[in-house]
């Protein structure tokens, strides 16, 4: 018999609502079970890759050097054009896009700024025009190096027009090596970039026999012992990667000799970070001293950005080979700076007599043909591009690809 209405009624909400409570129990342990997924390999990865994108990347800095600017007669020419005006921008054109790149970009300025007024020379005795400087600066040069044997060719007159003439016209630019006062001569250059402090000191084994002037030492930095090992502890103070920029070694020999390994020592000795060298105008290798007390990079010898020697003979081809240093800098989680990347850009001097012509290349780009007109070649027949790029091999080794 079936049920009255009110029966089935009362039957059938008893099961209404019985089923109601069991989906509703189920619905509340399925949100359980979301609430704690399981772990996913996939998302995990997601959200920590997330994570690191967030977290602050480590600073750099990126810095390129280059060795002497050699003024002999037939660069320091190039620069009068047929109007009267001097200009050398032709020397960094083909390097240009290399120097600027760089956040902090050094030269090795070999001569003496000292102004036309004081007579334009090349050898013995050096001066260059203030219009080298101007060039320097447009091709994004942001330290000139001073200390060298040639800073006293034009005496206590050519220092002081050379510092006059970078105050006056270029006070950002950093100037190193010569010094007007005790004061600076004693206080050591220190540049922030991307917030590593970097100290660069910069010092000459001496000025080819020429005297210092009476109560002015401090003029040229000399690599002496008391002073280099007081003005490194003061940049370790203030810094946090230390440069040295030694004019020293032997000219025209393509490895460093028992001088350069002495001083090596006591940079090391004393914490240096980077050495970079000058002088001997010809490339030298490249070398990372590790030890207890750390790495120390050094390159023994950038050799001649530009020149134009007039001796003939055999071997005069390498002082056309120069080469750029490209180093970068980095700064641990822990704040310490270190050497991150380095490297080294070859460079060929192309020598051409008349206003303009003159200029540096860098060697991948140097051609043959180039080789062929280049005026150096009557000097010493041997010159050639596989020449350069030999002798970039022989001194570099790996660096050098």
């Not at 069991?22 to 979301?34: D, E, N, P, R, Y």
């Not at 001066?127 to 942001?142: I, K, P, S, T």
């Not at 001097?349 to 860098?362: D, E, L, M, N, S």
Request: hydrophobic share 40%.
């Amino acid at each position: 018999m079936r049920p009255s209405g009110m029966f089935w009624k009362e039957q059938h909400m008893k099961k209404s609502f019985i089923w109601v409570l069991i989906i509703l129990l189920l619905t509340g342990c399925a949100k359980t079970v979301q609430s704690n997924p399981p772990y996913d390999e996939t998302t995990a990865r997601e959200e920590t890759t997330t994570l690191e994108t967030e977290a602050p990347q480590p600073t750099s800095v990126t810095l390129s050097m280059v060795g002497d600017v050699l003024l002999h007669e037939t660069v320091s020419d190039s620069g009068r054009m047929a109007d009267g005006s001097y200009l050398y921008d032709h020397l960094f054109q083909n390097v240009r896009d290399e120097i600027a790149a760089a956040d902090l970009a050094i030269v090795n300025q070999e001569v003496i700024l000292g102004g036309r007024e004081l007579g334009l020379s090349g050898y013995p005795n050096f001066n260059g025009a203030f219009e080298v400087g101007d060039a320097l600066v447009r091709a994004g040069f942001d330290i000139v190096l001073h200390a060298t044997n040639h800073a006293l060719d034009k005496k206590e007159a050519g220092i002081r027009n050379c510092l006059s003439f970078w105050k006056t016209s270029y006070p950002d630019i950093g100037v190193l090596g010569i010094y007007d006062s005790a004061a600076a001569g004693d206080t050591v250059y220190v540049r922030e970039i991307n917030g590593i402090r970097i100290a660069i000191l910069n010092y000459t084994y001496g000025t080819n026999g020429m005297t210092l002037p009476n109560g002015s030492a401090y003029t040229i930095n000399l690599l002496e012992e008391a002073k280099v090992r007081a003005d490194i502890a003061q940049a370790k103070d203030a810094a946090d990667f230390v440069i040295v920029a030694p004019h020293w070694g032997t000219e025209y020999t393509l490895k460093p000799d028992a001088s350069q390994d002495k001083w090596t020592q006591l940079f090391y000795e004393c914490g240096v970070n980077l050495v970079i060298g000058t002088h001997p105008h010809v490339i030298e290798p490249v070398k990372m001293i590790t030890g207890d007390n750390g790495n120390m990079l050094v390159y023994y010898s950038l050799g001649n950005f530009i020149n134009a020697t007039a001796e003939t003979g055999k071997g005069i081809a390498n002082r056309m080979v120069g080469a750029m240093a490209q180093v970068t800098i980095s700064m641990d989680a822990q704040g310490k700076a270190y050497i991150l990347d380095y490297g080294v850009l070859p460079l060929v001097t192309h020598v051409r007599t008349g206003a303009g012509q003159i200029t540096t290349y860098k060697l991948s780009d140097y051609t043959q043909n180039l080789a062929e007109e280049n005026e150096i070649c009557s000097s010493d027949p041997d010159f050639s591009l596989a020449y350069c790029q030999d002798l970039c091999r022989q001194v570099f080794g790996e660096l050098y690809n």
